[in-house]
């Protein structure tokens, strides 16, 4: 039997990781269904309403590049509480905010908190759970994913009550509140399961599996951003109303969270990532061509099947990269690396589909440029089998102990 104490202090840091990372989506996917009354409002165009999207992303690519060297002087606790501290300051700010330039601004900073916390979490959900690591990663995206589709859903209904969209963006206070709470709560419960973060695990930038997992992360995400920035817009062109797009939304965050935890689980047993990638992908695909010719049809199916594949590519994709080192601190670092450069792409997307939208006048090449990059993905998955892990890490710029 496991000792009382150890699943108390399991538990606990279960509970701290839900609370903290529900709060790492809400400042993206609150923009959309509210993004017909912040134009209104502010008079912003769609590539500078892309900004909201593509420039949080940015800063999550930016800032796990620096891991190496920030984890010298902030400690893992001092991280999380910087980064919820940012969130909730922009928040804040978004309560009173009434220019397109301060939204923006807001953006960003939201983007830094979001992106310290993004960070640490996976290396730490690996040494806090490393016998689960499958399961725990599921659980760990599925929060992700919840927190999303939980701020697109209410943040037009909390909007309309208050009468302002500023209220539908702000209210995602409260949560970064109750993460802050339990975090003091727990944190010294942190640092003792933690044990020494050391530097995070060094350096990757001269490692070729490093960047083909960085890239592939990158672009088989890259559908995420793209749909939270104009899925509710999309919806809104075709006839739709603010509200049902903001829902539609939310039907897709419900199918990440069943993508993000049921296909991990029902593959557990398995070493191999690849046939759970290959199935999710295939689901992407399908739902994203569902768009491309007939959206009217049913566009729930549609959704449904771009979030199932959207929430089981991301939380696979995460433990594929974790798993392709034995040490938690390097598997850390490498998961920190890999997020870093695939969040910059990933943030790259919605900017671009925006773009296309803007000289097409409608979302069919968007949908249709995802959905190549979708099948580009699908070849590349098979160059990840488990046992060519220790030979694709070998050439890392600091030693580490390879899955052989």
């Known amino acids: 039997m496991i ?16 609370a903290v990372t529900v709060n790492l989506r809400p400042i993206l996917t609150s923009i959309g269904p509210l993004l017909e009354d912040i134009r209104a409002g502010t008079g912003i165009g769609y590539q500078q309403a892309a900004l909201l999207t593509a420039l949080p992303v940015l800063c999550m690519g930016l800032v796990p590049l620096l891991q190496p060297w920030l984890r010298r002087w902030l400690s893992e606790q001092g991280g999380l509480l910087l980064g919820l501290g940012a969130i909730g300051l922009a928040c804040l700010w978004r309560l009173l905010l009434g220019s397109g330039t301060a939204l923006i601004a807001s953006a960003v900073l939201a983007g830094l908190g979001v992106a310290f916390v993004q960070a640490l979490m996976p290396g730490l959900v690996n040494r806090w759970f490393s016998r689960r690591l499958a399961l725990a990663m599921g659980v ?14 209410l943040g037009p209904r909390v909007a309309e009550h208050f009468g302002h969209w500023q209220a539908g963006l702000g209210v995602w206070l409260l949560p970064v509140l109750f993460a802050l709470l339990l975090l003091g709560l727990v944190g010294p419960k942190l640092e003792a399961a933690a044990g020494r973060g050391g530097s995070g695990g060094g350096h990757f930038f001269g490692n070729r599996r490093a960047w083909l997992l960085a890239v592939y992360f990158g672009l088989i995400n890259g ?7 104009w899925l509710p817009a999309y919806y809104q062109q075709v006839g739709g109303s603010a509200r049902a797009g903001g829902e ?15 296909l991990p689980l029902l593959l557990r047993g398995m070493a191999d990532r690849r046939p759970g990638l ?7 695909l399908i739902g994203f061509a569902g768009l491309l010719l007939d959206p009217a049809l049913s566009p729930g199916l549609w959704v449904g099947l771009i979030g199932f594949g959207l ?33 910059i792409i990933t943030g790259l997307v919605p900017y671009l589909t925006g773009w296309l939208r803007d000289i097409s ?12 990059t979708v099948v580009l993905m ?7 089998a488990p046992k060519g892990y220790g030979t694709a890490m070998a050439d890392r710029a600091e030693p580490a102990r390879a899955v052989s």
């Open 361 to 372: 006048g409608d979302f069919q090449a968007s949908w249709t440029l995802l959905m190549v």
């Open 3 to 18: 000792p009382a104490d150890s699943r108390w202090r399991g538990a606990a840091l279960m509970a701290l990781v839900i």
């Open 223 to 229: 559908g995420y951003t793209s749909m939270v920035a």
């Open 378 to 384: 699908l070849l590349v998955t098979g160059r990840f």
């Open 140 to 153: 760990y995206s599925a929060a992700l994913m919840s927190g999303g589709g939980v701020a697109a859903v």
């Open 311 to 343: 929430g089981a590519c991301f939380s696979l994709s995460l433990t594929l990269t974790l798993e392709h080192l034995k040490d938690p601190r390097h598997a850390g670092g490498l998961a920190a690396f890999v997020q870093g450069i695939g969040f």
């Open 278 to 284: 290959w199935l999710a992908l295939t689901s992407q």
């Open 248 to 262: 539609l939304v939310g039907v897709m965050t419900i199918f990440q969270v069943v993508g993000a935890l049921g």
